[in-house]
């Protein structure tokens, strides 16, 4: 085994669980002042205490404002999308693709509603400035947490 490879992937990782603590106590409400809120790396949104969806980022306020605007499109709001998506399928509202989807007046309401319900939710964000470093947290962070709409699929 490449020992290199092992020390460079050890030494990203190593203070994720540190990290893990932190997303988890690290809340910033609505109306927290911008300047705070860490700038760049990995959030979640929860819900009475239960972890739904970890993402990450380089512009942590613009992406929590993308993911609960009234006005954001299926993907700029992905896991109001997933929540809604959910929800209509149980209603028999379906579609091939989610551009498809999001184009139903049908659809439209349930999508509208978990916007709302993500805006409702607490948000959660540490600071993760290395890139790959973000990525693999946001995985780490998604599988401990048991993040069920955090979606690892290929697009």
Do not use: C
């Not at 997303?23 to 809120?37: E, K, M, N, V």
């Not at 979640?44 to 972890?51: K, N, Q």
């Amino acid at each position: 085994m490449n020992r290199r490879l092992d020390a460079a992937f050890r030494k990203l990782t190593r203070d994720f669980p540190e990290l893990l603590d932190r997303l988890r106590r690290d809340s910033y409400p609505r109306g927290f002042p911008r300047a705070r809120i860490p700038k760049q790396g990995v959030y979640a949104f929860r819900e009475d205490a239960v972890t739904w969806y970890v993402g990450r980022t380089d512009t942590m306020a613009r992406r929590w404002g993308h993911h609960t605007h009234e006005g954001s499109v299926e993907n700029q709001a992905s896991f109001a999308f997933l929540l809604a998506r959910e929800e209509a399928n149980a209603a028999g509202i379906r579609a091939h693709t989610r551009k498809a989807l999001a184009g139903k007046a049908k659809f439209t309401p349930y999508f509208n509603r978990a916007k709302a319900r993500v805006g409702r939710m607490s948000r959660h964000a540490v600071e993760v400035v290395h890139p790959t470093k973000q990525a693999l947290f946001e995985i780490y962070a998604a599988v401990v947490l048991r993040a069920k709409y955090s979606d690892f699929r290929n697009h």
